[in-house]
């Protein structure tokens, strides 16, 4: 055990396609499911073969604190998630969680925008539970390509908080980017904090918005990852802080979730 985290091999409870390439998969995992905040993460290897032999860090979806499980929501990119696709119910995999600092939560009073753009939204739904119970007034915009790729749509529908979809094609919800109109959206919902996670360009141009509307952004960053904990400094990123000093810090360790406009937003 590292300090808080748990080093296991985690019991694949479920797993199955919500999409095309796309899974949930289910690990028994009690300690990560008792110590998860919203917006941690958590790495796991498809095999104890060391095959390949980096984890993978994947954001922690969801939670049952009574089975003590814990849910990725994830997408097949290249060999470690191809693997982790195929593994079987009763596999045990190698597991290290939770990890990272997660999101700064709103207190109640505040009102929240979440905005989540395709596999983006799998660290913002325990986020969207905590505001949910805290008492924060907050509404969801939800993007992706096409309608079938618009992920969790039945668990965020059961919240009872307000959604606008966006497709890039226009299967569902409003034809274009989220970031169209956003502006006015924070101004006429009287928004004071953002949360956003999706692909960095959403992420950047959210980021930029609410720097301009002197609104707070909270978005969570995704590097390539080797040890998860803040050892192998593989994860290291551009930070500004407040007071225009630049360090460097580990999107692993120090994240992955920063303010927006203290992020060095790359192309
Ligand atoms: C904190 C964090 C949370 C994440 N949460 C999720 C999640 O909830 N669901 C999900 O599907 N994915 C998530 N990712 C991305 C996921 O970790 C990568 O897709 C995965 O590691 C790719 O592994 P691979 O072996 O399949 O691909 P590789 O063969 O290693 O690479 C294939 C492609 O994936 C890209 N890639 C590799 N690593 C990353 C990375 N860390 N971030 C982004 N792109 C990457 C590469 O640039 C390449 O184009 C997260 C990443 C981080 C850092
Ligand atoms: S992945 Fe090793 S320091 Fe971040």
Redesign the pocket.
């Known amino acids: 055990m590292i300090t808080g985290i748990e080093t296991t091999r985690a019991e694949v409870l479920d797993i199955f396609a919500v999409a095309p390439g796309i899974f949930e998969l289910t690990l028994l995992a009690p300690h990560a499911a008792e110590q998860a905040r919203p917006g941690q993460?958590l790495m796991v290897k498809p095999n104890s073969q060391n095959q390949?032999f980096l984890g993978?860090?994947?954001?922690i979806?969801d939670v049952d604190k009574e089975k003590g499980s814990v849910t990725?929501?994830?997408?097949?990119?290249?060999?470690?998630?191809?693997l982790l696709s195929e593994v079987k119910k009763g596999d045990k995999l190698p597991l290290l969680a939770p990890l990272?600092n997660g999101f700064p939560l709103a207190e109640a009073g505040r009102r929240a925008l979440v905005i989540g753009g395709g596999?983006g939204v799998?660290?913002l739904y325990p986020l969207l539970l905590e505001l949910k119970a805290r008492g924060v007034y907050t509404e969801i915009l939800l993007g992706a390509q096409t309608a079938e790729r618009l992920l969790a749509l039945d668990r965020l529908c059961k919240l009872d908080m307000a959604i606008s979809i966006f497709t890039d094609d226009g299967s569902m919800g409003t034809k274009g980017y989220i970031t169209t109109g956003l502006d006015k959206l924070i101004e006429e919902a009287r928004i004071d904090i953002v949360y956003c996670c999706g692909p960095t360009p959403l992420m950047r141009g959210v980021a930029k918005i609410c720097r301009e509307a002197g609104v707070e952004c909270q978005v969570?960053?995704?590097?390539?990852?080797g040890c998860g904990f803040g050892i192998c400094v593989g994860?290291v990123v551009d930070h500004r802080a407040a007071d225009g000093t630049i360090s460097k810090k580990r999107?692993?360790y120090d994240g992955?979730v920063f303010e927006g406009k203290e992020v060095f937003w790359r192309d």
């Open positions: 993460f390949p993978r860090p994947m954001g979806f990725i929501l994830f997408e097949v990119h290249g060999g470690g998630t191809r990272g596999i799998a660290p969570s960053l995704e590097e390539r990852m994860c999107v692993c992955p």
